[in-house]
């Protein structure tokens, strides 16, 4: 295509995931912090918010607390990742779409890029 359009500039984006997906990936950032809070000042951390130690924590996570906290963070990163990707490949010349991978759920062919291009730029 370099070879064919050398004036074709590409800019590369993000495409944004719907507004409840992007909410609840930021709540779950929000959580994420706060439970990795909670595994590494243990204890403190339920006497700071004037609760008992659940037993659930004394059993469970007290004794591993780097495990929980590797589990916490690689989890969170995990739903986190699903609710941003958007499976986006959308091809955009001089504002006219060339091709969108969310209409046809595939990535185009060089032919298919090639007439798309052309019909925007010549």
């Not at 986190?80 to 991978?101: H, R």
Request: charged letters at 15%; hydrophobic letters at 45%; glycine letters at 8%.
């Amino acid at each position: 295509m370099e070879k064919r359009y050398p004036q074709l500039e590409v800019q590369a984006s993000t495409y944004p995931p719907p507004p409840l997906q992007a909410l609840l990936a930021k709540a779950l950032g929000y959580a994420q912090v706060a439970l990795i809070a909670f595994v590494v000042l243990g204890e403190k951390a339920f006497e700071f918010c004037g609760m008992p130690t659940p037993l659930w924590y004394t059993q469970n996570v007290a004794n591993q607390r780097l495990v929980a906290g590797i589990m916490v963070w690689f989890v969170g990163n995990m739903i986190f990742n699903g609710l941003t990707q958007t499976g986006a490949f959308e091809i955009y010349s001089n504002d006219q779409l060339v091709f969108s991978k969310l209409a046809t759920g595939r990535f185009p062919s060089i032919q298919e890029l090639a007439d798309g291009l052309q019909r925007t730029l010549e």
